[in-house]
């Protein structure tokens, strides 16, 4: 029964946490209209998740979420001191392909949105076959650091939360 108004637990409490970030203050209101969007937007949107995303790992998950955002914030520093202090001849933009070694379209998914959310780089394009993906990067003097640094920081890590 729990499962037919909740099919998505994790979305729920993804979305209800969101809505209450967003509005930025805990009322009545607000936990109602959370837990009205937690409940309908999964819900709605059933048909077009026929498996359930399987997250092998909740804590890890938890461990990616915080790392992420910590990437993000040392990630817009960097990007802030490149702009304002690097000649513009002296940066080096590169169009990296990062090869996946992931096989689950959500982990897949994760990795692209975490690589665009970090600042300075932008996940362009994903290969016909779902074998790499192509990525933009602000400054990058050496393209297969960045590559071992997306597989090894971000790629493993999703690897052991959905596979």
């Not at 996940?123 to 994903?126: F, G, N, P, V």
């Given at each position: 029964m729990l499962a037919r108004i909740f099919p998505h637990p994790v979305l729920t409490a993804g979305l209800i946490v969101i809505w209450l970030l967003l509005v930025n203050h805990i009322k009545v209101g607000s936990l109602v209209m959370a837990a009205?969007?937690?409940?309908?937007?999964?819900?709605?949107?059933?048909?077009?998740?026929?498996?359930?995303?399987r997250i092998r790992n909740l804590p890890a998950l938890a461990g990616y979420a915080l790392l992420v955002v910590w990437d993000i914030i040392l990630a817009n520093i960097i990007v802030a001191r490149i702009?304002?202090?690097?000649?513009?001849?002296?940066i080096e933009t590169r169009w990296i392909t990062v090869p996946l070694d992931l096989r689950t379209p959500e982990?897949?998914?994760l990795l692209a949105a975490t690589i665009t959310l970090t600042p300075g780089t932008v996940?362009?394009?994903?290969s016909a076959c779902g074998r790499a993906l192509l990525i933009?990067?602000?400054?990058?003097p050496d393209p297969?650091?960045?590559?071992?640094e997306i597989k090894s920081r971000y790629e493993a890590r999703l690897k052991r939360i959905f596979e």
């Open positions: 009205i969007l937690g409940t309908a937007i999964p819900l709605l949107t059933r048909a077009y998740w026929p498996d359930r995303p702009i304002l202090f690097k000649p513009n001849d002296r982990a897949i998914t996940t362009a394009d994903m933009h990067s602000l400054h990058a297969d650091a960045v590559r071992d």
